[in-house]
């Protein structure tokens, strides 16, 4: 089956880097994009950006610009994403979902079971 | 401040019919995908492509679409359906995607 597995659990200082990963099985990596949202503790989804098929394209959300990067592996089917000069305000829900597309219409389907990064002082 | 606007929460009577809206120029252009999200899970999708609904969601739910707004409905709410809703789109400018503030449905 389609299925989406993230990395574990991240604690983080202010100021440092974290990397997420989420390695995909049960389809075609390379034919479809990704997309990496992120959850704030009580709050709603918030979209991060796409990383395309080959990985050699990205697209991030302008409030993340210069700060995140969006990698991908083909040979072993695997995203990361990686969020750099983190702050308290950082602290999250990480999801990988996957894009599919027909006609006029986009969605996310399947999603990673989450990643929570904590940044702490 | 989202592009898509939702109202935060909304609540139904066992076995009635809920309808939870999502407002937002970029609807004209793009259909709404909808996700239902319960405390500490993922979200899972469950309309997609204006009115479609992936396997093993129940035809409870369903979607429309008319100018600017997108609609999620549930015709005979359970209570398992309590949970937080986002429609999701393409923004006004078709590069990004936007994710309405959510919708919590309390059935009563």
């Known amino acids: 089956q389609v299925q989406l597995v993230q990395s574990g659990a991240e604690v983080k200082k202010p100021g440092a880097s974290v990397k997420v990963s989420c390695k995909a099985s049960g389809y075609t990596f390379t034919r479809y994009y990704m997309h990496w949202v992120r959850q704030a503790p009580g709050q709603g989804l918030e979209w991060m950006g796409i990383i395309n098929p080959s990985g050699s394209s990205t697209t991030y959300a302008q409030k993340f610009e210069g700060r995140v990067t969006m990698t991908r592996d083909t040979s072993t089917s695997t995203d990361y994403m990686e969020l750099s000069s983190l702050r308290s305000e950082d602290t999250a829900v990480y999801y990988c979902?996957?894009?599919?597309?027909?006609?006029?219409?986009?969605?996310?389907?399947?999603w990673g079971q989450g990643t929570l990064v904590t940044v702490s002082s | 401040s989202s592009e898509l606007t939702q109202d935060p929460a909304v609540s139904v009577a066992l076995g009635q019919t809920v309808r939870i809206t999502c407002q937002g120029d970029s609807l004209r252009s793009y259909y709404a995908s909808w996700y239902q999200q319960k405390p500490g899970q993922a979200p899972i999708l469950v309309i997609y492509?204006?009115?479609n609904r992936p396997s093993g969601i129940p035809d409870r739910f369903s979607g429309s679409s008319s100018g600017n707004t997108a609609s999620l409905t549930i015709t005979g709410a359970q209570a398992e359906d309590e949970a937080d809703y986002y429609c999701?789109?393409?923004?006004?400018?078709?590069?990004?995607?936007?994710f309405g503030g959510g919708t919590k449905l309390t059935v009563l």
């Open positions: 492509a204006k009115n």
């Open positions: 979902a996957r894009d599919n597309s027909a006609g006029s219409g986009w969605w996310f389907d399947p």
């Open positions: 999701n789109s393409r923004d006004s400018s078709g590069d990004h995607w936007v």
